[in-house]
């Protein structure tokens, strides 16, 4: 279909509160101060829980995110309402309609989580005073507040996807499923790619929730590198978990065919926890900046409250690049053509089956995208340019050799992510375009994320001797 023969609906009417025109104002000014009382009071308690530190505590940890979620729930609707009541202007456009509607249901759902939560940890305190500490552990409290971020944003992303999904017209073209053609392998190979792909998917699981438990049981490992490698380690599941069951499923099943709702979905995601992982890297190069260069000062920067800023900004960064990227992509028909040449809904796959104009989308992917992409490679370079320079000012080899077993396992993991990079899209020209998708695809989704736990097992002494000492303890309960 071609799309000049779509009816689209571009905006939306804002009626506003049901108030006389005279009394506007006096509505505006209260709604106005009410606003900055939310905003400003609620940010009050962020900056005195994180400069206080008798405040270090489970319940006061929950509260700030709670604050944080309050300004942010005012903040998605109550600018635009004093907006429209100053300007007169009741339109609201269809993206930012569903923008708002999707961090509308987040945050709502996140205060729910969060005030459980709360919930939960008084009842510790009350219940089981005694035992407190050890259960309210920082892991499980900045689990708790990881796994609220994420089901609420799963949560929106829902009700955001069938809203879209029901908002086209009936004389849109309408793509009800795509087909996946999967790995281009023989059909009397399609065994030995399901066992191979198994074997790795479940090596990836198993050994990245290894360093996850491993650094949650050891208290040596309570350290900013292994929290961030902790969250490092549940992002190279989830991207992993993903795409290759979908895959795994279609090559049992024979069948090929994915929902536009799972499509959708899947993009999303994929995008998100891609980006997650950018960032994460990001994160620890600064970590071991701030170890190496500044190493008197390391306690009193890499802090508690920065580091868990840090994982939260990245995945609020995150969640709202690919939330972009799936609401320019939802608003797109499809035309009849419906055969997406991987194993999986990848975003530029997708645009190119559109049968509607994608100059926007392909804007904002060389924009939006590419300084997502950039900023954060720009920050492990720097870093490690200045890492460099401050052991050559005085080298010896034993200052050498501790910064290489302190940023040796990160560097071979940036080195691996970002090097398939250049080698698939730069230093490849015997495959063809299909075919270079494909090859990225699985190292991006399956190779990388299965090394890592390999690369920080084999090269960190402190994961062995945690290993080590897990193994131990497992014998001897036996």
Known sequence: MRPENQSCVSEFLLLGLPIWPDQQAVFFTLFLVLYLTTALGNLLIILLIRLDSRLHTPMYFFLSHL??????????????????????????TYAGCISQTYFFIFFAD???????????????????????TTIMSQSLCVMLVAMSWVIACACALLHTLLLARSMKKENHSCVSEFLLLGLPSQPDHQAMFSALFLVLYLTTVLGNLLIILLIRLDSRLHTPMYFFLSHLAFSDISLSSITVPKLLMNIQAQQQSISYEECISQ?????????LDNFLLAVMA??????????????SVMREGLCVLLVVGSWFFCCVHALLHTLLLVQLSFCAEKIIPNFFCDLTALL??????????????????????ILPLSSILGSYICIGTTVLRAPSTKR???????????????SLYYGTIAGVYFFSSSQDSNDKDIISSVIYTVVTPMLNPFIYSLRNRDIKQALEMFVYKVKFHK
């Open 67 to 92: 604050a944080f979620t309050d300004v942010s729930f005012s903040s998605v609707t109550v600018p635009k309402m004093l907006t429209n009541m100053q300007t007169q202007h009741l339109s609201i």
């Open 110 to 132: 996140l205060d729910s989580f969060l005030i459980t939560s709360m919930a939960y940890d008084r009842y510790v305190a009350i219940c089981h005073p005694l035992h407190y």
């Open 267 to 275: 993009m999303y995601f994929f995008i998100l926890f891609g980006c």
């Open 286 to 299: 600064y970590d071991r900046y701030v170890a190496i260069c500044h190493p008197l000062h390391y306690v």
């Open 352 to 373: 190119k089956l559109s049968c509607s104009d994608i100059s926007l989308n392909e804007l904002v992917i060389f924009t939006e995208g590419g300084m997502l992409f």
């Open 400 to 414: 050498i050799y501790k910064t290489f077993s302190t940023c040796g396992s990160h560097l071979s993991v940036v």
